[in-house]
């Protein structure tokens, strides 16, 4: 497969405008780092990138669905503290949100009996792109935070000068992070036969997590009917592991440059940092470095889209990322706010399935549901999380194009981030577990509610295109 530009070279984004870049105070040291970065081995291999793709050709297809979540920034202070217990927090932290992750995955597929591609927002998601350049803090305005891979989080100026070391350090730690989803989801953590212990305590006790337990043991029964029909359980890997993939924002470019390689195979360029990279919202410059950049490697792609995105412009994405219409290449991943999905996204379908381009839809019903409550806290409220995935439905089902997947921001933790939900959670409630880095997520009990009502619907809407 060529590269379609034969000008493409993992350095050649430098010669568009690159937007949301950390202005190092020592540009050959970020050189320096990013030479670093090239001699370092990569993170996944060439070939898992197309397993993913083949996958996501099958969600195009309308055969299967897209599972993408994680958390809204991963931090590098998790590696960096223990639980109370005694326990490494990262390792704690790795495994609950897994958990979570394959308690999601088991709702949908046995609810909506679908295949579902998991995909994390992990094991690298440490860039942020931010809105504002600035932050006020009570000793005046400082460089906002975006993400531990550049700078700290501690609101001073001091603790925000970018930092290039920081792209080793998101390296190893991602590589870490990797190691351990894959130690999980290949040595037994995920097999079947677990599917009640992922149901972890603060979730168990609750209203969904009885559900849960009821739909498991319905899964363990499914699995005692086939062993007594004869079918050799042991034998089928598909019962025993899973597989888990990873995904960030190729938002931080001197580190994607750093981590891509030319695969040895196909001779075809892959960004080794990750198996698939999602391009945001603020930096989806048809004409832009993002755009140009990823237009040049062959990993399965994501572009997130605003309200602000035109039919126009989605097609002319599509054309630079995707001109040979590979199925799977390329995920549109939505996130039009629930108020507006039903008017925004039916425009945006028509003119990609008038252009003929196979792409997957994908709803991020997170982030243009942000709302500030008194006192500054950023949230969101589950009802309008519901209202934008119902939409984005709806407005699949009107134009007959295949709902993909959902994109979401959630973590293993008991945190009070996101309003609502079977728990109710008020807005007085926020304080007293609000810890994210950026944008609020939700919790686990909440993330098990939105996968049962999301089964829910997918059994409600007649989802067959294929
Ligand atoms: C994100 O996914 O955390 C994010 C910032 O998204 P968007 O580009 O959609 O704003
Ligand atoms: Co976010």
Not at 148 to 165: E, S
Not at 315 to 327: A, D, H, K, S, T
Not at 432 to 455: I, V, W
């Amino acid at each position: 497969m060529a590269v379609v530009d034969s000008t493409w070279s993992p350095s050649s984004w430098r010669d568009f405008e690159a937007l949301q870049q950390p202005e190092w105070p020592d540009p050959a040291h970020a050189e320096r780092v990013r030479a670093r970065l090239h001699a370092l081995p990569p993170l996944v291999f060439a070939g898992e990138a197309r397993q993913v793709q083949a996958a996501l050709a099958q969600v195009a297809a309308g055969r299967s669905f897209l599972l993408q979540a994680g958390d809204c920034a991963e931090s590098f202070h998790d590696f960096a503290r223990l639980t109370e217990s005694g326990a490494a927090f990262s390792a704690v932290s790795i495994r609950e949100r897994l958990k979570i992750l394959l308690q999601m995955a088991a709702v949908l597929t046995y609810g909506a009996a679908l295949p579902v591609l998991k995909v994390g927002r992990i094991a690298g998601q440490f860039v942020k792109p931010r809105s504002s350049p600035f932050e006020r803090t009570p000793d005046g305005e400082i460089p906002v935070f975006r993400g531990h891979m550049i700078h700290d989080d501690a609101p001073t100026a001091a603790a925000r000068r970018p930092d290039p070391d920081r792209m080793v350090e998101g390296y190893h730690l991602s590589a870490s992070t990797l190691n351990l989803v894959r130690a999980f989801t290949k040595g037994g953590f995920a097999d079947l036969s677990q599917v009640h212990l992922w149901n972890q305590a603060f979730v168990a006790s609750s209203p969904q997590g009885q559900r849960y337990d009821v739909l498991a043991s319905e899964i363990e029964r499914a699995l005692a009917f086939m062993a007594a029909c004869g079918i050799d359980l042991a034998a089928t890997p598909q019962l025993h592991e899973v597989d888990v993939w990873t995904s960030h924002e190729g938002l931080l470019l001197d580190y994607e440059e750093g981590l891509t390689r030319c695969d040895s195979f196909t001779g075809d360029w892959y960004d080794c940092s990750a198996h698939m990279l999602w391009i945001g919202d603020r930096t989806r410059q048809p004409d832009g470095a993002h755009v140009h950049f990823f237009s040049g490697v062959h990993n399965p792609i994501g572009v997130k889209l605003g309200p602000d995105a035109t039919p126009d412009e989605v097609v002319e994405l599509c054309e630079r990322l995707n001109p040979n219409r590979i199925p799977g290449r390329l995920t549109l991943i939505t996130r039009l706010g629930a108020a507006r999905v039903r008017e925004l996204l039916p425009p945006l379908l028509r003119a990609v399935a008038e252009a003929e381009h196979p792409v997957v839809w994908v709803c991020d019903p997170m982030h243009e549901n942000v709302f500030v409550v008194n006192g500054g806290r950023k949230t969101r409220h589950f009802d309008a999380i519901m209202a934008e995935i119902e939409g984005f439905f709806a407005a699949c089902r009107a134009e007959k194009a295949w709902p993909g997947g959902v994109h979401l921001e959630y973590t293993g933790e008991d945190v009070t981030e996101c309003l609502g939900g079977s728990e109710d959670l008020a807005e007085d409630q926020l304080d007293r577990r609000y810890e994210t880095l950026c944008d609020p997520r939700l919790n686990g009990r909440q993330s098990l509610d939105l996968a049962f009502r999301l089964a829910e619907l997918m059994r409600r809407e007649p989802l067959s295109i294929a």
